[in-house]
């Protein structure tokens, strides 16, 4: 799990507040993944992004969710004006160029967002 | 109906014993399956990788995928009171973005 590092671990915001997640993916990895686990349920797909490219978004809300993997620097997964609902942990996965079926996904240890 | 159903348990066994997990799923076209070992505030650990049916053995540790019932298993022989942690099952047909995961089997075993 060290090699995708996720920050922060904890993040506590304010209902209305804005919440952005950082992902950096493991070395040699250009696929990220996001998903959120909520209490007593299994991960969910959120997005799968490339370098400076959105490749699936099926799993994203429409409205205030939006992630970013630009050339230089983390992935970020950006969440607009949050609601308590959001609360929950949020894992960015990574995976090498040969893609998910040579290589399966390796998981950060999360950030755990907190909607007061 | 979920695509991946799990027993969430919770399980306890005594140390030393074999521990079987299992989740079924629906969809007929998944043909990677994965076992993931989450700590408590930690990530997903990738424990087995298998595509299609069969066995695959590492070390204490067996994976059975059985298509034709839609049924796949992770066994742990000689569990370890460090083997406590909740394991989850994944699984996607080929060419998908996504993986599918179970709700995840919370484990504890007893010294």
């Known amino acids: 799990n060290a090699g995708v590092m996720q920050n922060p671990r904890h993040l506590v915001r304010r209902r209305g507040q804005e919440a952005r997640l950082r992902c950096s993916p493991m070395?040699?990895?250009?696929?990220v993944y996001w998903y959120r686990q909520l209490p007593e349920e299994g991960l969910k797909f959120m997005v799968y992004?490339?370098?400076?490219?959105?490749?699936?978004e099926s799993g994203m809300p429409k409205e205030r969710f939006s992630a970013e993997f630009p050339k230089e620097g983390p992935s970020i997964l950006r969440i607009q004006q949050v609601v308590r609902g959001d609360s929950a942990a949020y894992f960015c996965?990574?995976?090498?160029?040969?893609?998910?079926?040579?290589?399966?996904?390796?998981f950060g240890n999360g950030t755990r967002l907190t909607v007061t | 109906q979920k695509e991946v159903e799990q027993d969430p348990g919770p399980l306890s066994v005594p140390e030393g014993a074999i521990v079987s997990l299992n989740c079924t799923y629906s969809?007929?076209?998944?043909?990677?399956f994965m076992w993931y070992r989450q700590y408590s505030r930690k990530g997903p650990e990738l424990l087995m990788y298998?595509?299609?049916?069969g066995n695959k053995e590492d070390g204490r540790f067996t994976a059975q995928v059985d298509k034709s019932s839609k049924y796949i298993s992770l066994f742990i022989r000689d569990s370890q009171p460090s083997d406590s942690a909740t394991y989850l099952c994944?699984?996607?047909?080929?060419?998908?973005?996504?993986?599918?995961f179970g709700t995840g089997t919370r484990l504890t075993v007893i010294p």
């Open positions: 994944a699984m996607s047909p080929p060419g998908a973005n996504n993986l599918f």
């Open positions: 992004l490339q370098k400076e490219n959105i490749i699936d």
């Open positions: 070395k040699g990895h250009s696929h």
């Open positions: 298998t595509y299609s049916s």
């Open positions: 996965a990574s995976s090498p160029p040969g893609g998910k079926r040579d290589s399966p996904l390796h």
């Open positions: 969809n007929s076209a998944f043909q990677y």
